[in-house]
């Protein structure tokens, strides 16, 4: 049986995951817990500075053991690569065989940041947590008006010290030292993904030792709402590539 944890992004909650449910393989085991910056958690958690130490705590304390595999989407993706290059700098490297980083934010060099960014980020914010909504309200759709009153009230939420959170990591992504990252990494990206451009999912990979990158055609920020069967397909497809080694209880 081999064991994926699933980690989700700002403001959303574990349940961004459940339309996967019908696609997963039978040995297949997933774990998916809420994160503190879920969209009704955020209020703990939103001075915390070293979120990054967050996510070590969620993966040792994953049940069974360990991982095979991490999926980290958007805002986690950047956390779980700051501590994949903290752990092999410390020459600890993360004990996970592979890891699956979907539409991240990440920029090469600090010059990448230019100050008209900012605008465009914050005003995406809103619209990412509507597309968001509308997906995962399925055959149910709700209404536009509804649905943007909602993603404010998750705005809110999330706040000031929740965004500065957010882009205190981004623009930190230059300064992790992605060239010491051993572990096999996929990187999931939409090339229509109007929070987070699919060229940076395209550059992380060109920068990691054992990176590879998946595109999804006409894909945008939520890949797992849009394409599930595709999804669970490319993660199938890597568990089975990755040199992967038992995890503690296999």
């Not at 910056?37 to 705590?57: F, K, N, P, Q």
């Not at 939409?190 to 999912?201: F, P």
Request: proline residues 8%; glycine residues 10%; negative net charge.
């Amino acid at each position: 049986m081999k064991r994926i944890v699933l980690l989700h992004g700002l403001g959303n909650s574990s349940g961004i995951w459940t339309g996967l449910a019908a696609h997963w393989r039978p040995d297949v085991r997933i774990h998916a817990p809420d994160l503190p910056w879920t969209g009704m958690g955020i209020a703990e958690w939103r001075h915390e500075r070293d979120s990054a130490r967050l996510v070590e705590e969620v993966l040792a304390a994953t049940p069974g053991g360990g991982a095979d595999l991490v999926v980290a989407h958007s805002f986690s993706s950047v956390l779980l690569l700051e501590l994949l290059a903290r752990r092999a700098l410390a020459g600890n490297p993360l004990d996970v065989p592979g890891v699956v980083l979907v539409n991240p934010f990440y920029r090469r060099a600090a010059d990448d940041f230019e100050w008209g960014m900012m605008a465009p980020l914050l005003d995406s914010f809103p619209q990412t947590m509507s597309e968001g909504i509308r997906l995962q309200s399925g055959d149910r759709p709700i209404q536009p008006e509804l649905r943007a009153d909602i993603a404010r009230r998750l705005c809110e939420w999330v706040g000031p010290y929740g965004w500065l959170r957010f882009l205190d990591a981004y623009l930190g992504t230059p300064l992790i030292r992605v060239a010491a990252i051993d572990t096999p990494c996929l990187v999931i990206g939409g090339d229509q993904d109007a929070t987070a451009d699919v060229a940076q999912a395209r550059t992380l990979a060109a920068e990691l030792p054992r990176g590879r990158v998946r595109v999804l055609p006409g894909g945008g920020h939520f890949p797992m709402l849009e394409r599930p069967a595709w999804f669970t397909g490319v993660l199938h497809d890597f568990l089975d590539r990755c040199d992967l080694s038992p995890v503690a209880g296999t």
